[in-house]
């Protein structure tokens, strides 16, 4: 009930509504309803590619229960897709096969294999990423004939039967981990023990998306999390990735550009480029043709790991 209070005029008691407490919070705007909200929400997981269910219920001021009623509802018609944590668009980029992606870019994925390859010396213990630019970076090693006592550790079954026949001038290390058909790669479980336990000179990770401000991410989670071990088991981990790449942003965060040591590209418009270098990130543009030649050295290919509590 309102309270209310008396006032005189002219002898008269007219009553009116009692004034609110300063201190009273204002009234919540009212919430959309049902439909409206689902409507809202389709379309933001539609023009960001991927929400967090915690971000749309401080949005809409809902709990995440309900949120998660309406993802399902939403999901259940075809209009985004649930994954744990959220959803994402139903136009999210798909991830190519294997095999036809490395019929996409080859001049550029060539290029940058042989700009990479020419950063290994002889003693070095290199990590190499699942994918298609990454296994050129292994073809391109194997015109190194001048190399010795490089161990290449991979969780890529291509990459280590490309390597195969560089063995025993190479040590080939495969990851161990489960089989992921799509790519010809090894996952978790089971896939982080090795890296975990080595400390590598190079590591050369392969993404689908580098992005001025949402760094460098992947398009699948499985291998996501295995790249970013990766890159922490190396002292200098560097991109790989062709133009096409370049001002794209994906579900799978790898790391933030100042996490790696230089992006290695080809085929990349100018303004993407200039665009990463002002955010802070080295770009080498892959010079192609021949790897140049490098020194060798006296350390031991790889390093054990400092214990870890």
């Known amino acids: 009930m309102k309270a209310y209070e008396t006032s005189r005029v002219d002898g008269n008691s007219t009553p009116r509504p009692a004034a609110q407490p300063a201190n009273q919070p204002a009234a919540q705007p009212a919430a959309l309803p049902g439909e409206r909200r689902r409507d809202r929400i389709?379309?933001?997981?539609?023009?960001?590619?991927?929400?967090?269910?915690?971000?749309?219920?401080?949005?809409?001021?809902?709990?995440?229960?309900?949120?998660?009623?309406?993802?399902?509802?939403?999901?259940?018609?075809?209009?985004?897709?649930?994954?744990?944590?959220g959803a994402l668009s139903v136009d999210r980029p798909a991830e190519r096969p294997?095999?036809?992606?490395?019929?996409?870019?080859?001049?550029?994925?060539?290029?940058?294999?042989?700009?990479?390859?020419?950063?290994?010396?002889?003693?070095?213990?290199?990590?190499?990423?699942?994918?298609?630019?990454?296994t050129q970076i292994a073809l391109a090693l194997l015109e190194r004939h001048e190399l010795e006592g490089v161990v290449v550790v991979t969780?890529?079954?291509?990459?280590a039967l490309a390597l195969e026949q560089a063995v025993p001038r190479f040590t080939v290390i495969v990851s161990g981990?489960?089989?992921?058909?799509?790519?010809?790669?090894?996952?978790?479980?089971?896939?982080?023990?090795?890296?975990?336990?080595?400390?590598?000179?190079?590591?050369?990770?392969?993404?689908?998306?580098?992005?001025?401000?949402?760094?460098?991410?992947?398009?699948?989670?499985?291998?996501?999390?295995?790249?970013?071990?990766?890159?922490?088991?190396?002292?200098?981990?560097?991109?790989v990735a062709d133009g096409s790449k370049l001002g794209e942003a994906h579900l799978g965060v790898i790391g933030p550009l100042d996490t790696f040591e230089a992006l290695i590209t080809a085929g990349a418009d100018d303004a993407s480029v200039a665009e990463l270098r002002r955010a802070g990130l080295d770009v080498v543009a892959a010079r192609g043709a021949t790897a140049g030649g490098a020194g060798e050295v006296d350390a031991p290919p790889c390093d054990p790991a400092p214990s870890r509590p």
């Open 42 to 85: 389709a379309d933001l997981v539609g023009r960001r590619g991927f929400v967090r269910t915690a971000e749309l219920a401080r949005e809409f001021r809902l709990s995440e229960v309900t949120i998660r009623t309406d993802l399902e509802s939403l999901a259940a018609d075809g209009l985004l897709s649930r994954v744990h944590g």
């Open 98 to 134: 294997f095999e036809e992606e490395s019929s996409v870019s080859t001049e550029a994925k060539r290029a940058i294999g042989v700009e990479a390859a020419s950063l290994v010396r002889s003693g070095d213990c290199v990590v190499l990423d699942v994918g298609t630019t990454t």
């Open 155 to 159: 969780n890529g079954l291509t990459i």
């Open 177 to 239: 981990g489960t089989l992921r058909p799509l790519q010809h790669s090894l996952v978790n479980p089971l896939a982080t023990s090795v890296f975990a336990g080595i400390t590598a000179d190079l590591a050369f990770i392969g993404c689908t998306g580098v992005h001025a401000i949402h760094g460098v991410t992947n398009v699948n989670l499985p291998e996501t999390d295995l790249k970013r071990l990766m890159t922490q088991t190396a002292r200098r981990s560097y991109i």
